[in-house]
């Protein structure tokens, strides 16, 4: 059996949403401590519904594939929608990950968490922090 789907190849191959927007209401950067590898989300959020999204990620094909995947998977969809998407949903849309490459996905949830953790704290819009614990506090766009 090859490591990895035709999906995860497909994807990493011809990512989806690969880019970044100027004027997003929202950004999310996460990185990976033990890999290395960086991903940054960008949102365009109207009317509570994610109306665009672009990602740059320097890090391996799974991580790719992950950040393309994801975006796919959230474009269009209102941010509760967004916030509920898991890193398990991720490789699952994927056919698959290989167990020591799940970590790939991970980034990609935290990405999007993170850039809405932005998008509620820029506009004032109360959260539940329990959704959020484990991503660290610091988002770079919000620093003066
Ligand atoms: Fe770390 Fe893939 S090896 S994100």
């Known amino acids: 059996m090859a490591l990895y789907s035709d999906k995860v190849m497909d994807h990493f191959r011809h990512p989806r949403n690969v880019g ?8 999310g950067e996460v990185g990976n401590a033990v890999c290395g590898d960086i991903m940054k989300i960008y949102l365009k959020i109207e009317n509570d519904i ?3 999204v672009k990602f740059e990620t320097f890090g ?5 594939a992950s950040s393309s995947m994801a975006t796919e998977l959230i474009k269009g969809r209102p941010v509760s929608e967004a916030l509920e998407l898991s890193n398990k949903a991720v490789a699952e849309a994927l056919d698959g990950l ?14 999007i968490k993170k850039a809405l953790l932005d998008y509620y704290t ?18 770079e766009s919000h620093h003066d």
Request: proline fraction near 4%; charge should be negative.
């Open 20 to 27: 970044k927007i100027e004027d997003a209401d929202a950004v």
């Open 60 to 64: 391996c094909g799974s991580a790719i």
């Open 98 to 111: 290989p167990a020591h490459k799940m970590h790939c996905s991970v980034l990609a949830e935290e990405a």
């Open 122 to 139: 820029k506009n004032n819009i109360p959260y539940d922090e329990s959704i959020f614990a484990g991503l660290d506090e610091e988002i």
């Open 50 to 52: 994610i109306t665009d």
